[in-house]
């Protein structure tokens, strides 16, 4: 016989990925995505390296570009949890995203 004692300690989930103003944080939606997602990069005229990386850490997708607003096709990906990360001269920035 076993017993398992605990506490759920409930959270507040904030408004996920929503920049401060004249923040480098890039902007994605949807999240949850279904077919694409939409990226909105906060550094006009700076090339910017995208990588997408699953939960095994494996980098499933990379490109690079100096555009402000990136659409990532999602059709081949498999339902699940995601990373984002922008790297440029601004610094390096981490988004998680759901794929539905």
Same mark, same amino acid.
């Given at each position: 016989?076993?017993?398992?004692?605990g506490?759920?300690?409930?959270?507040?989930?904030?408004a996920?990925?929503?920049?401060?103003?004249?923040?480098?944080?890039?902007?994605?939606h949807?999240?949850?995505?279904?077919?694409?997602?939409?990226?909105?990069?906060n550094?006009?005229?700076? @090339?910017?390296? %995208?990588? $997408?990386v !699953?939960?095994? +850490?494996?980098?499933?997708?990379?490109h690079?570009?100096?555009?402000?607003?990136?659409?990532?096709?999602?059709?081949?990906?498999?339902?699940? @949890?995601?990373? %984002?990360? $922008?790297? !440029?001269?601004? +610094?390096?920035?981490?988004?998680?995203f759901?794929?539905?």
């Amino acid at each position: 016989e076993y017993t398992i004692q605990g506490k759920v300690v409930p959270y507040l989930i904030t408004a996920l990925n929503k920049p401060e103003a004249g923040s480098k944080m890039p902007v994605i939606h949807p999240n949850p995505a279904t077919e694409q997602l939409n990226v909105k990069l906060n550094s006009p005229g700076i @090339i910017s390296t %995208i990588s $997408v990386v !699953n939960m095994l +850490g494996q980098s499933i997708y990379a490109h690079q570009s100096d555009e402000q607003l990136l659409t990532i096709d999602l059709s081949a990906y498999n339902n699940g @949890i995601y990373f %984002i990360t $922008v790297n !440029n001269t601004s +610094g390096t920035t981490t988004t998680k995203f759901i794929k539905e």
